[in-house]
């Protein structure tokens, strides 16, 4: 873990723990304040897991700092990962035991934001919320699970095959996918928690929808945000704002799955999923720091685009 404080960016340059490579790279971007948080754990438990996750707070950093300080406290005393943790190797290599480090996941981000929404009751932060992305890789097994809330992102660069017109022989070529879909309030299924809860829907900006709660009106203070699922958000929570992520489990193939890439929407915004591989995998062969290539990338285009958010990205290289 990375506690970066008041710093305007911060990098870790590529490094090998068994089958991966990792880098990272975050960086304020043109904002006074940098709300992004990572964390970077590439060898659990004598390396046989590997787990990562961006934090993209709102309303400062408390949220993103809180979580990043203790999400992996909570996913080592979540029931399912110990239970996960004590099967035997060839029981953890059934297919079934998949479902408990999905569970896991699940449970942990139930328990951090708990512990998050005690923390902002105790100091009276009823505002401040984070977005999140994270990957928790078994590596004896070659299994990776992602789940996130919010509107961060995870990218799998997967090797493909085309056939152009002409060509004799379909081409191999790197491609990037989307393996998260942004949990934004307007979505059937987001909408109908939302309401069903009293919250309501507005669009705001340009028609970007937002989530309220309670009498907006009256308060001191608004709350209201871009996405619908988030850590934290404590006066928005009883209104339908979610921590409940989407977890999904990939299967490493071999040489298929060539990298995965997480990145806070400062990334997003400006950098296409295609485009996102495409430098990473440029980057890696000329020895240079795929996570800081992108961030970088980001932030020129940041320039052009009229942006201004941080910028935060975590590469994974596959060697197995």
Request: charged share 25%; net charge negative.
């Amino acid at each position: 873990m990375v506690d970066l404080g008041q710093v305007s960016y911060s990098i870790i340059k590529p490094t090998r723990f068994g089958p991966l490579v990792v880098s990272a790279y975050t960086h304020c971007g043109k904002r006074n304040n940098q709300e992004d948080r990572f964390v970077v754990a590439p060898s659990i438990s004598n390396g046989e897991y590997a787990f990562f996750g961006i934090f993209d707070g709102t309303v400062k950093e408390y949220a993103s700092d809180f979580i990043h300080k203790n999400i992996l406290d909570c996913f080592v005393v979540t029931p399912s990962f110990q239970k996960f943790h004590a099967l035997s190797t060839e029981q953890k290599e059934s297919a079934d035991s998949g479902q408990l480090l999905k569970d896991c996941l699940t449970e942990t981000y139930a328990l951090v934001d708990g512990k998050l929404l005690d923390w902002c009751r105790e100091h009276e932060n009823h505002y401040s919320s984070t977005t999140a992305v994270t990957v928790l890789i078994h590596l004896p097994t070659q299994r990776m699970f992602v789940a996130h809330i919010g509107d961060s992102k995870i990218i799998l660069g997967r090797m493909g095959l085309s056939q152009r017109q002409g060509q004799e022989e379909p081409v191999a070529h790197l491609e990037g996918v989307e393996v998260t879909t942004d949990h934004k309030p307007d979505m059937p299924e987001e909408l109908k928690r939302i309401q069903e809860a009293g919250g309501s829907l507005t669009y705001l900006h340009g028609g970007k929808p937002f989530i309220r709660g309670g009498d907006f009106s009256q308060r001191k203070h608004a709350m209201q945000l871009n996405y619908s699922r988030a850590f934290g958000g404590k006066d928005l929570k009883m209104y339908g704002l979610s921590s409940v992520p989407d977890v999904d489990e990939i299967k490493l193939e071999g040489r298929r799955e060539r990298m995965v890439i997480l990145g806070s929407d400062g990334i997003w915004d400006v950098v296409d999923a295609n485009s996102s591989v495409e430098i990473a995998e440029q980057a890696q062969q000329r020895q240079l720091s795929p996570s800081q290539e992108l961030g970088v990338i980001a932030l020129r285009e940041h320039v052009t685009k009229g942006s201004a958010d941080n910028v935060t990205a975590i590469c994974c290289f596959f060697d197995f």
